[in-house]
C-alpha cells in the first residue's frame, strides 16, 4: 500500500525521472540533430514507455541505474585519463635562467629558448630536453621512461624534460624548446593513440547506429507478434499477464548494447594509460591488438640485444708486461673525444683508477686515428692500418687478428705498441627475454648488418631461434617478408632510425631508444622507453591481457543481451530485472576494463 497521495508520488517521480534523464536527453537531441539514433534514445524510449502504462518505478529504476552505469563509465575513463595526466603535471610552469654575470632570473617555461643555461635545484623538475654542463646529480626519469631508479647525471649527460632533480643543483644547456621536449612529444603521442581506434573498436562504431534501428525494428514487431499473434492485452496489463507494450519495453531494455559498446574502448584506453606510465607507448589500439598475435619477433643487433655502447674487454701490449702504459697512452689521447671508442676507453680508465697524462700537438687523422705528444713523445692510436703503413709494417703483418666480435684500437709510443679491444656488451635481460619469448610459442630471430661470425658468437649465446647475419635494409625486409609469406604475425624490435625500412615492413613495429630519438617517435607503433628491451615482454602481456579483457567483456555484454532477450520474448522477466541485467553487465564490463590499470603487469613473460 502506497503512503501518502497519488500525484505526491507521481511529483516524486518525476523530479527523479528528469534528474536521471536529463543529460540522456541533451544527449539524444544532439544526435537528432544530426539523424543519428544510439543508446541514450532506448532508455529515453522505454522510461517514457514504461510511464505511459504506469511502471513509474521500473522506469525510474532505469534512469536510475543508467545514470550510474555511466557515472561508472566516467569514472573507468576518469582513471584512465589520470594515468596520463600524472604526466602533464610533471611538466614545469617556469624555470630559473642561469645569467652570464652569475645571477639567476626567474622566467615563464615559454621564455626559454635553446643554447640557454638553465639552473634546477634539488626536487625541481628539469624545464627542458638538455645537456649537463655544471654540477653532480641523480633523476627521477620514471614519468618519462618507467625506470624506477634514479639516473646519475654529472657534465655530459642528457637531461629530459619532466624529469625530477633528486640531490644536486645542476647547470644544463637547453638543447630543444620546451614545447618540443620529449615530454611533450610523449603526451602528444598518448593523447592521439587515444583517438586512434583498433579495427574491433571501429566495428563497434559502426555496428551501433544500425544496431539501434534493428533493435527498435525487433521491439516493434515482437508487440505485433503479442498483441496479434497470442492475443495479449497491448497496453494493459491483467493478472497473471504482463501488456504487449510492457513486454516490448522490457526486450527493448535487455538489447540495448551499452555494455558492448565499452567492452573495447574501456579495455584499450586502460591499456594505453598502463603502458604509458611503466616506459611503453603505443600509437593507438590496432597496436595492443596486433601484437597479442605476434608468432615471430625479429631483432636487430646492435642497440637492441646489445647495449650498442662499446666496453673494453682487455688490453695488450708487445712487449708484454707493459699493458698499463699502453692503457695510460690510449687514455691521455682519447679523453677529449666523443667518439664511442674513446668514451669507452675513458670509462674504463677511469674505472680502474690510470692517472691522466698530458697531451701535447693533438691532431685528429681522419678515417684512421689520432696522433699526439705525451711525455715528450709523439705516439698514435687508430686503426690497424695505423701500423701497417709506417715503418713497422711487416711486423705488424704478424699480429694476431682480433676475434670477429671484438674491435681493436692500436697504441703506438716511444718503446711500446699495444692494442685495446672493445666489445658491443650484450645487454643483461636479453637472454631472459629470449628465454620467455621462447617459453610462449614465439620464434625469435636476429637480422643484422653485421659479419657472420659476431652475429653468431651472440646469436649463440642469448639462445636465438635464428640469425641472419651481413644483412642490407632491403636484406631485413625480405627476410621479414618471408615471415609474413608464411602466415606468421611478425614484430620487428629497431632501434627506430636504421631500422626504418624493415619496421614498416613488420605486422607490428617496435622502436628501442625513444628517449630522444624523434624518428623512433614518429615510426614505430610500439615504443620502449629507456632502451629496455623487457619491456617488449610487458607491452606483449599488456597486449595479451587486453585482449583476453576484451573477449570477456564482449562475452558478459553479449551473454546478457542473448539471455535476456530470450527470456523477455517468453516473459520470464519483469521490466525491473531487465534493467538490472542490463545495467548491471555495463558496470561490469567498465570495472573489468580497469583491471588493466591495478594489475600486476610486470616485465615477468607473456602468460597465454
Not at 474 to 490: C, D, H, L, P, T
Amino acid at each position: 500500500m502506497g503512503v501518502g497521495p497519488t500525484w505526491l508520488a507521481h511529483a516524486l517521480y518525476s523530479v527523479a525521472l528528469i534528474a536521471g534523464g536529463w543529460d540522456a536527453t541533451i544527449d539524444t537531441w544532439e544526435n537528432i540533430k544530426e539523424k543519428k539514433l544510439d543508446i541514450h534514445f532506448l532508455m529515453l524510449a522505454v522510461a517514457v514507455g514504461a510511464v505511459c502504462i504506469g511502471a513509474w518505478s521500473e522506469a525510474v529504476l532505469l534512469l536510475f541505474l543508467f545514470s550510474s552505469s555511466g557515472a561508472m563509465e566516467d569514472y573507468a575513463m576518469d582513471r584512465t585519463q589520470r594515468e596520463v595526466g600524472s604526466l602533464l603535471k610533471t611538466a614545469p610552469k617556469q624555470a630559473t635562467l642561469a645569467m652570464p654575470d652569475g645571477s639567476e632570473r626567474l622566467v615563464k617555461i615559454e621564455e626559454i629558448g635553446i643554447g640557454d643555461r638553465v639552473r634546477v635545484k634539488p626536487g625541481e623538475a628539469f624545464a627542458a630536453d638538455g645537456v649537463v654542463v655544471k654540477g653532480k646529480s641523480a633523476a627521477d626519469e620514471s614519468a618519462i621512461t618507467g625506470e624506477a631508479r634514479p639516473v646519475e647525471k654529472q657534465t655530459g649527460d642528457q637531461i629530459f624534460s619532466g624529469t625530477i632533480n633528486l640531490w644536486g643543483a645542476i647547470d644544463f644547456e637547453v638543447a630543444r624548446l620546451p614545447s618540443e621536449s620529449t615530454l611533450q612529444k610523449i603526451i602528444r603521442l598518448i593523447q592521439t593513440a587515444q583517438k586512434l581506434r583498433a579495427p574491433s573498436e571501429r566495428f563497434t562504431d559502426k555496428f551501433g547506429g544500425g544496431y539501434t534501428l534493428a533493435v527498435l525494428g525487433v521491439c516493434a514487431a515482437m508487440f505485433l507478434v503479442w498483441w496479434q499473434g497470442f492475443h495479449i492485452s497491448p497496453f494493459t496489463s491483467v493478472e497473471g499477464s504482463r501488456s504487449a507494450f510492457y513486454r516490448a519495453m522490457t526486450l527493448l531494455v535487455v538489447m540495448s548494447p551499452c555494455a558492448l559498446v565499452l567492452s573495447i574502448p574501456s579495455a584499450i584506453l586502460a591499456a594505453i594509460a598502463w603502458g604509458a606510465k611503466h616506459g611503453v607507448l603505443f600509437r593507438g589500439g590496432a597496436a595492443i591488438e596486433k601484437l597479442a598475435q605476434i608468432k615471430v619477433v625479429a631483432l636487430d643487433k646492435t642497440g637492441t640485444l646489445t647495449t650498442g655502447e662499446l666496453d673494453v674487454v682487455g688490453h695488450e701490449s708487445y712487449p708484454p708486461g707493459r699493458e698499463q702504459q699502453v692503457l695510460e697512452l690510449a687514455y691521455a689521447l682519447e679523453v677529449n673525444s666523443q667518439h664511442p671508442l674513446a668514451r669507452a676507453i675513458v670509462r674504463h680508465a677511469k674505472a680502474n683508477g690510470v692517472k691522466e697524462l698530458d697531451t701535447d700537438d693533438f691532431q685528429s687523422l681522419t678515417g684512421q686515428g689520432v696522433r699526439g705528444t705525451v711525455g715528450g713523445a709523439q705516439c698514435l692510436l687508430g686503426r690497424r692500418e695505423l701500423l701497417e703503413s709506417g715503418p713497422l709494417s711487416e711486423w705488424a703483418k704478424s699480429l694476431p687478428p682480433a676475434p670477429p666480435e671484438v674491435s681493436e684500437v692500436w697504441v703506438l709510443g716511444k718503446d711500446v705498441v699495444g692494442r685495446i679491444l672493445l666489445r658491443d656488451q650484450i645487454r643483461a635481460e636479453s637472454r631472459e627475454v629470449l628465454a620467455k619469448l621462447k617459453a610462449a610459442g614465439i620464434r625469435t630471430v636476429m637480422l643484422t648488418g653485421d659479419r657472420r661470425h659476431a652475429a653468431e658468437s651472440v646469436a649463440k649465446e642469448l639462445g636465438l631461434d635464428e640469425v641472419r647475419s651481413g644483412l642490407t635494409p632491403e636484406g631485413k625486409v625480405e627476410a621479414i617478408q618471408s615471415f609474413r609469406a608464411g602466415g606468421k604475425k611478425v614484430a620487428m624490435v629497431g632501434d627506430g632510425v636504421n631500422d626504418a625500412p624493415c619496421l614498416a615492413a613488420a605486422d607490428v613495429s617496435v622502436a628501442m631508444g625513444a628517449r630522444g630519438s624523434d624518428a623512433a617517435l614518429e615510426q614505430a607503433e610500439v615504443i620502449l622507453m629507456h632502451d629496455r628491451i623487457e619491456n617488449f615482454l610487458a607491452a606483449l602481456r599488456l597486449s595479451l591481457r587486453a585482449r583476453a579483457i576484451i573477449r570477456q567483456n564482449l562475452a558478459i555484454s553479449l551473454g546478457v543481451v542473448v539471455l535476456m532477450a530470450i527470456a523477455s520474448i517468453f516473459g520470464i522477466v519483469p521490466l525491473a530485472v531487465g534493467v538490472a541485467a542490463h545495467e548491471g553487465s555495463t558496470v561490469i564490463v567498465c570495472l573489468n576494463s580497469l583491471r588493466l590499470l591495478f594489475g600486476s603487469n610486470t616485465a615477468a613473460g607473456p602468460k597465454t
